[in-house]
């Protein structure tokens, strides 16, 4: 799945919305440390009140939440795992209510199996519809929105904690008087969900059984244990991850000292690879194997790049020599500049402004800019020398 086809998805999370039919809701509450289920509830979703439908509807939006690779992973089933989770998730599609939920259950069973907490959690599941128009309706012929979509079954998981409530104190309008005020219900955190999926993933409008997308519960922290013990899916690596390794292969052939033009030459050859992949339109995120990658600190200004160096790097760094890197996963949002005198942070593009250079015995820091610099609301005098 690529970030257009799950925005597609989490902007149908509304109410009363034909397009993303929730047929049935199922709730687990779990109790802590034991894992043992203390209650569970299935019901349609249409009759739950509306504010309560509401709630719900933002925590599967916060499934569906966060940057591909960091926080979001399209996850690949393992072959031949006797009663998969995909296995259970496919058949859960096609089920009666009864049988669904038994289905569910069995992967309660395997999450709590690896997993022990020590609050209690509340696992809810929603079974439903998701259609997309074929094509855009035409304002003048009408034709086309509604009248012709893709229609896919789906199944959406999202693991919540409970938090106990605080003690407070309130003012009671008919007594006139103050009180403490302790409930003892615990309150289902909606807002962070700890971890969840969505099967089937969707690539091109079509539902794709043999991948799952999966939620991580924070930015780069993926749950390994759960990706392989509890979905049956193969291991991963995070942006960050290919980020430090793409990190080290560079720092492998061009060395520890480098020119900051030739950083920022790479930064835009990567950021060109995107670029064009973006233009096409392509659903497949574009990579870069070690054959691209000694193309591209060649064209960069890289000095010595031979096949060889590159493959070295690569084996050194990288278990499978086979690995492909995603594009976008190794451009920095900011690149930041660390001395003691000061912190810089800059987009990596303007990488090719900075100059680190000696002047008169002293170790200067240039930064090049072609506008007035302002600090606390002054405008700084220009220096006749450094």
């Excluded at 940057?67 to 995909?86: G, I, N, P």
């Excluded at 999450?111 to 855009?136: Q, S």
Aim: charged content about 30%.
């Amino acid at each position: 799945m690529n970030k257009k086809d799950i925005a597609n998805i989490r902007k149908e999370f509304k109410l009363d919305n034909y397009r993303m039919n929730i047929k049935e809701i199922f709730n687990v509450y779990v109790k802590k440390e034991s894992g043992e289920i203390y209650h569970q509830v299935c019901r349609p979703f249409q009759l739950l009140d509306q504010e309560t439908q509401e709630l719900f509807l933002t925590n599967f939006k916060k499934v569906l939440t966060g940057h591909l690779d960091a926080k979001l992973f399209e996850l690949k089933f393992m072959r031949d795992v006797e009663y998969s989770t995909q296995m259970i998730l496919f058949n859960g599609l096609q089920a009666e209510s009864a049988d669904w939920q038994d289905n569910m259950l069995d992967i309660v069973g395997k999450i709590f199996a690896y997993a022990t907490y020590e609050f209690d959690t509340v696992v809810t599941f929603i079974r439903g519809e998701y259609r997309k128009p074929t094509k855009k309706r035409n304002l003048e012929s009408e034709e086309g929105g509604d009248d012709e979509v893709y229609s896919n079954q789906f199944t959406l998981c999202s693991l919540n904690k409970t938090d106990l409530p605080k003690k407070a104190l309130l003012f009671d309008y008919i007594e006139k008087e103050f009180k403490s005020y302790n409930i003892v219900d615990p309150i289902i955190n909606l807002d962070s969900p700890m971890s969840g999926f969505l099967f089937p993933a969707f690539n091109d409008n079509a539902a794709d059984v043999n991948h799952i997308l999966y939620c991580a519960g924070k930015v780069n922290q993926p749950d390994f244990t759960f990706i392989e013990k509890v979905l049956d899916c193969e291991d991963i690596m995070t942006a960050q991850d290919d980020k430090d390794c793409f990190d080290f292969i560079l720092k492998e052939v061009i060395g520890d000292q480098v020119d900051s033009k030739v950083i920022s030459n790479v930064y835009e050859e990567i950021d060109r690879v995107v670029q064009e992949n973006n233009e096409k339109e392509e659903s497949e995120t574009p990579t870069l194997d070690h054959h691209d990658i000694e193309r591209i600190l060649t064209v960069s200004g890289v000095e010595d790049v031979n096949p060889g160096k590159v493959e070295h790097a690569f084996k050194s760094v990288v278990a499978d020599e086979k690995h492909e890197f995603k594009a976008s996963s190794l451009i920095p949002k900011n690149v930041k500049i660390s001395t003691k005198v000061a912190e810089v942070t800059i987009n990596p593009k303007d990488l090719k402004n900075v100059k680190y250079i000696t002047y008169e015995g002293k170790r200067c820091l240039l930064l090049e800019v072609d506008e007035d610099v302002v600090v606390e609301g002054f405008k700084l005098e220009e220096s006749k020398s450094l």
